[in-house]
């Protein structure tokens, strides 16, 4: 195998293939980066078409999708049918847009293409904490599932054919991490505000994070069928501490742009007429575009 792109991320690929017994031959802009894989047993090219041409599996992970459409371009000047009879893996972040319009440039060279998405940091790749999930041909997939799954032994998974599935997931739960950490630091900052150290904060934001988690499988169930039953509280309910964090975090001098977003999206539902229907019937204002500017949430 091939692997293009020797960032944080690219070297941890290689070393999981590596420890593997993945014979693996590495590519990089800078050849420098290459220096410490090649000690442990990878096999330098000097050029993106010579590391290609030596392996069936081809693993790309560079900046952005940039840096995607110029190896491509780079390939495609070399020798047009390059990547014939080979599958390439991007695994670097881009949009579904972007995988399916990869996926079509590489299928016109007679190649296969998996779009892919991590959900590790490099340290972890090969642990049991990795999650990489793949998008693309079954065929493809199956044929290097073996390899594939030396980064992600226990959680390596195909979510079907439509390349952009993984770019997809990855959107949503890059949206999830980032909601979880701002409603940590918001948190952070309201008790700072009092004087209080984020550190004492933690282990009850962790706890109450895994209790969430818990919710998951409901609320997914509720979203699914859309019916929203009011099982601990209505959204009325949830509406009323909406107003209490808000006001708190006025009073303390922080921000309040996470919660007055938060209480704007269950204001349009209560303005809805979904006042009494559970937390999740917010996924209906998610589903639709944000207000133009200068109308309200109404109520």
């Not at 293939?17 to 000690?39: C, S």
């Not at 909406?242 to 975090?249: P, Q, R």
Request: a negative charge; hydrophobic letters at 50%.
């Amino acid at each position: 195998m091939a692997v293009l792109g020797l960032g944080l991320m690219g070297r941890a690929l290689v070393g999981a293939f590596l420890r593997a017994g993945h014979p693996t031959t590495v590519w990089n802009r800078t050849p420098g980066k290459a220096a410490e894989l090649t000690d442990a047993g990878a096999r330098p090219a000097a050029t993106p078409e010579e590391a290609v041409a030596a392996a069936e599996l081809v693993v790309v992970c560079v900046s952005d999708h940039t840096a995607v459409r110029e190896l491509l371009d780079r390939l495609d000047a070399a020798d047009r049918d390059l990547l014939a009879g080979r599958v390439l893996v991007n695994l670097t972040s881009g949009t579904a847009a972007q995988a399916r319009e990869n996926a079509a440039r590489v299928a016109a060279t007679g190649g296969g293409y998996l779009d892919g998405a991590i959900f590790a940091v490099p340290p972890a790749i090969g642990t049991p904490e990795a999650v990489v999930v793949y998008a693309g041909a079954p065929a493809d997939f199956e044929r290097h599932a073996p390899a594939l799954r030396a980064l992600a032994a226990d959680a390596t998974t195909h979510l079907g054919e439509d390349h952009g599935l993984a770019a997809l997931h990855d959107s949503a739960v890059l949206g999830l991490m980032w909601s979880i950490l701002n409603g940590f630091l918001h948190g952070a900052a309201l008790l700072g505000a009092a004087g209080l150290d984020a550190t004492a904060y933690a282990p009850l934001a962790a706890r109450t994070t895994v209790t969430v988690a818990g919710w998951l499988a409901d609320q997914a169930g509720q979203v699914d069928a859309g019916t929203y039953p009011a099982g601990d509280a209505t959204l009325e309910t949830h509406i009323a501490t909406m107003d209490h964090l808000v006001e708190e975090s006025a009073a303390l001098g922080v921000s309040t742009e996470l919660p007055d977003l938060i209480r704007a999206l269950a204001g349009r539902a209560l303005a809805a007429g979904q006042g009494g229907a559970g937390y999740a019937v917010l996924v209906e204002q998610f589903r639709r575009p944000a207000p133009a500017a200068g109308h309200g949430a109404g109520e």
